[in-house]
Structure formats: structure tokens, C-alpha cells
């Protein structure tokens, strides 16, 4: 099956500093989505992405969809408090099963004032 | 517009006890998801739905596992016998077009703890 590797697996950083993670597959996806899953909550997704090349924003958020269509990046700016949380990216390819969604083991994030 | 909604938040059973898990979906939705995701890793598809139909079944562990939508609204999955691998955060997702990950939404999960 599928398999995605997520790094790191967690970030200490301090408030106001930028974040970069990404993700790596085995095989080739159509569309890349991050999420952001607090505490007690599901994950709730951040941005799409639809195209090899596409890069994408979302306030401080920035992804891009990797051009070999394998991997994916998303880039926090300035980061606050509230960014805190766990970061996964899940990807979908268009055939059969693989339609489904296959999840990195997340990012944890925490940022330190 | 009200959200995914889940039952009971956190359950703790002994292994080889069985458990059930209800699952709401937002109205009008079509297709209702499973996911398990166990500490430390990301969700993973147990079983999807299709208004009262399975359209993907593939991962989940029918020795133990079983779910239904009867009428196509609720949904519930249920585990027996559970073993300590069952330990987990079951959530519930819901979308308005089949295969359109960016339209569907998630629940709160339950937390199982098998002991």
C-alpha cells in the first residue's frame, strides 16, 4: 500500500519563528491536504492542493505540491501560540482504493514564548 | 450549520469486551467515513459509506469489527471482542460528494481505552 513519511516528527520553536515540514511518498498522488488536529478535536484541513507545482496560501500558510508529485511542503510564517497542534498531510491518488485518503503520522507542533 | 456529531467521547473497556461507537453525520450528507488513528500516527480508513451502502471495507477487521448506516443517516461501529490494539481515537467524517476529501468534515472521535 501507499506510504507517506512525515518530518519531523515534532518542533519546538520559539513564537514569532517560521516552520517548515513536508512529506514523502512511495507513489504518486493527485491531490496533497494538510490538516491541523488540536487536542480532543478532529483534524481539520488547512489547505488543498491540486497540481505538481501548485503553490498555495492561506494566511500565515504556505504549501506547495512537490513537482515529482511524490512529496508535498507546508510552511508556517511568524508563527503564534494558537499554531500549536499536530500537522498531517494526507494524500489521494485517482484509481480505486487509492482514491482514499492515505495520512502522514503527523508534525506536533509546539511553540515556546 | 451543526457538526459531526460523536458518542460517548471516551470509553475504557476490558479486553475482550465489546463496544459500540454512534456516529451523526452533518445533514444531508451522503458519505460517512471510520477512521482509527492510534497515538502517535495519522488516521486510518476502517470503512466508508455511501448513503446505507459499503463502498470500502478493505481495512477494517471484520473478525471483530462491524459497522452499519441503516438509514443512511447514523452510523455505528462496533468491536467484539476487543483486544488492546483496539486502543484508539475512532473518528467519524461526513461528506456531501463521494471522493471529495475537501468537502468532508470531522468529528470530535471517541477515545477507546482497552485495558
Known amino acids: 500500500g501507499q506510504q507517506l513519511n512525515q518530518s519531523p516528527q515534532s518542533m519546538f520553536i520559539q513564537e514569532g519563528e517560521d516552520v517548515s515540514m513536508n512529506c514523502t511518498s512511495s507513489?504518486?498522488?493527485?491531490?496533497w491536504l494538510w490538516y491541523k488536529q488540536d487536542p480532543g478535536e478532529g483534524p481539520v484541513l488547512l489547505i488543498a492542493?491540486?497540481?505538481?507545482?501548485e503553490l498555495t496560501s492561506n494566511g500565515r500558510l504556505t504549501a506547495q505540491f512537490g513537482i515529482t508529485r511524490k512529496d508535498s511542503f507546508l510552511n508556517i510564517s511568524a508563527s503564534i501560540p494558537s499554531d500549536v497542534g499536530i500537522y498531517f498531510c494526507?494524500?489521494?491518488?485517482?484509481?480505486?482504493?487509492?482514491?482514499?485518503?492515505?495520512f502522514g503520522s503527523g508534525t506536533q507542533l509546539t511553540v515556546l514564548p | 450549520e451543526a457538526g459531526v456529531a460523536q458518542s460517548p467521547r471516551y470509553k475504557i473497556i476490558e479486553k475482550r469486551q465489546s463496544v459500540a461507537f454512534w456516529c451523526n453525520p452533518i445533514?444531508?450528507?451522503?458519505?460517512l467515513y471510520w477512521y482509527q488513528q492510534i497515538l502517535g500516527q495519522g488516521p486510518k480508513l476502517l470503512i466508508q459509506?455511501?448513503?446505507?451502502?459499503?463502498?470500502?471495507d478493505s481495512q477494517l477487521p471484520k473478525d471483530r469489527f462491524s459497522a452499519e448506516r441503516l438509514k443512511g443517516v447514523d452510523s455505528t461501529l462496533k468491536i467484539q471482542p476487543a483486544k488492546l490494539e483496539d486502543s484508539a481515537v475512532y473518528l467519524c467524517?461526513?461528506?456531501?460528494?463521494?471522493?471529495?476529501?475537501?468537502?468532508?468534515?470531522f468529528g470530535q472521535g471517541t477515545r477507546l481505552t482497552v485495558v
Open positions: 467524517a461526513s461528506s456531501s460528494k463521494i471522493w471529495v476529501h475537501t468537502e468532508a468534515f
Open positions: 507513489s504518486i498522488f493527485n491531490t
Open positions: 492542493l491540486y497540481k505538481a507545482g
Open positions: 494526507a494524500g489521494q491518488a485517482i484509481a480505486g482504493s487509492a482514491r482514499q485518503l492515505t
Open positions: 445533514s444531508g450528507h451522503a458519505t
Open positions: 459509506f455511501q448513503n446505507n451502502g459499503v463502498v470500502d
